[in-house]
């Protein structure tokens, strides 16, 4: 799909203004024009569609404040301005997983410069995803590597245009410093860090990283605690994907292990198997509905996700966009 067309109904300027911001994204306005998404991201001006949807998101995700959590005597979670950051400490050094939007980086590196004096050696993206790389160039300038899948990298490198918001290649400096494919390890601070690529989910460049020792599990946006998650199909997410990718984790963890979310409240095994099963569940039922032959507004009016929408609508996709993605990669 040719995400720089805009829909027949509706140009990107006019969905911006009708939905406030981000939820303008061509994809979008071609799935259904009209309808809303990312309410919690709505701009303050209702009705004014910000000059540049990017800087926009970016101010108001980073405006967010940061939450701390301990999750081990030398891993932090951050929580806040663009999803989960998660911060192993020791002699070895500072090894940071996502890094938040680029205006909450000087809050990140003062949190970072609080937990001791060593160095920040590693940062460790997700996904390509900005609001877990966009600090990548200041990771760098403060001296740290960048690991990432090799998918990460390759995304990092086009232009895409993503929800209303355009991104350009990314400069050499924000680039990963060194990629894998399948599996890598790292023994550090005490801790085997594990990682593996996960099968196209949420996007095509997805991982995982497990810290064995301390029983944690961040799982990156394969995981939305308590929300409808986002899949972008446009860089190889899938509906399918995002339910396998839950499915394996469940079967990696046990009902001890503390499972950081991509975005949502920290998770355990019952918080991600209700989200796998809730996925499951709309995912067959909109695989039933188009098998009989209905379009996409057919299926979004049928809505076969009522009786989740009070307490999983509420989050980044509203549940008719939601819907309409699903539909549109089964
Ligand atoms: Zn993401």
Redesign the pocket.
Known sequence: MDLRNTSRLTTRREMLRMTGGIAGGALMARLFPGALLARPLAYPQQGTAPADPLAATRAQMGATPMETIKLADNITMLSGPGGNVVVLTGPDGKIVVDSFVQPAWTKLKQSLDGMGNGPIKLLIDT?W?F??TDNNANFRAAGAQILAHENTKKRLSEAHDLLGMHFSPSPANALPTETFTATHKLTVNGENLSMAYVPPA??DTDIYIQYPRANVLHMG?TFFNGSYP?I?AGTGGSIHGMINAATKSIGMVDARTKIVP?HGPLGDRASLTKYRDVLVTVRDRVQTLKSSGKKVEEVVAAKPTAEFDKAWGGGFMAPDVFVGIVYSTL
């Open positions: 996904h995803h609001d877990h949420h996007t946006d986002f972008d991509g």
